[in-house]
Each structure stands twice: as structure tokens, then as C-alpha cells.
């Protein structure tokens, strides 16, 4: 499915830069482009680093919009 339909990036993808070690939105759209047009997708994109904080137990810091 995707996440961002501006730049065609699937949820799979946007969870692969996270496991690779993206923290934040931006840390994201430099590795795979996704929230880099429209910016509609980016409250999907906190959503994955939240799962994924959570699910690491890593606490999530994000710079304000
Ligand atoms: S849908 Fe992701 S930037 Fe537009």
C-alpha cells in the first residue's frame, strides 16, 4: 500500500529506512523520498516512526511543523 502517492513510496518502504535507521519525517524523505511533495502522507509517516519507537521502545522526538 502506499504511503506517499507523490513519490510512490509503499508502507514497506518507508518501514525498510526506518529499520535502516531513519528517526524523523525528514530522516525519511531523504532516504526514500516520501513526504517530499504534497506533505499530505506525513502524518502517515509519524505514524511508522511512532510504531517503530514504540515497538523499540526508543523514545520519539519530532521537530515541530
Ligand atoms: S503524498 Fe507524500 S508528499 Fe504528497
Known sequence: MYVCICRAVTEKE????????ARTVDDVGERCGAGTGCGSCKER???????????????LFRAAS
Open 14 to 21: 518507508v518501514a525498510e529506512v526506518v529499520d535502516a535507521g
Open 45 to 59: 509517516i509519524c505514524a511508522i516512526l511512532d510504531e517503530a519507537a514504540k515497538s523499540s521502545g526508543r523514545i
